[in-house]
């Protein structure tokens, strides 16, 4: 399995990035996927996910401004970030969970990929 993201980079407050995903090894359309971001100093924390079939859930702190989607055609999820804060700034990592009958619920984690904000 292999989870990697592309997309992060450097941006001024209020600007966006789009994230990426592509995910193989595993049967996407059967998976939730997400989005976890960690600052430095802090915890990993979730950002936003999406259920197989499409429903979509998203942190307080992004509402409004993240959105996550997945293309199960091509095994891809995006994060569209806009209206950027200096507090977004983190890495943020790929996120799949797969359910399976025999083995339970099983995690993968891409590497990660850095966003930073800056004035």
């Known amino acids: 399995v292999q989870i990697v993201e592309s997309g992060g980079g450097l941006v001024h407050p209020g600007g966006s990035l789009l994230l990426s995903c592509t995910a193989s090894g595993t049967i996407f359309r059967r998976n939730t996927m997400a989005w976890y971001r960690q600052a430095s100093g802090k915890g990993r924390e979730l950002v936003a996910e999406v259920a197989p079939g499409g429903p979509a859930n998203d942190v307080d702190s992004v509402k409004d401004r993240f959105t996550i989607s997945r293309d199960d055609a091509f095994d891809m999820v995006y994060l569209q970030m806009n209206s950027l804060k200096a507090e977004d700034k983190a890495v943020y990592y790929c996120?799949?969970?797969?359910?399976?009958?025999?083995?339970?619920?099983?995690?993968?984690w891409g590497q990660g990929i850095q966003v930073t904000v800056y004035s």
């Open positions: 996120y799949e969970r797969e359910r399976e009958e025999r083995r339970g619920i099983i995690e993968y």
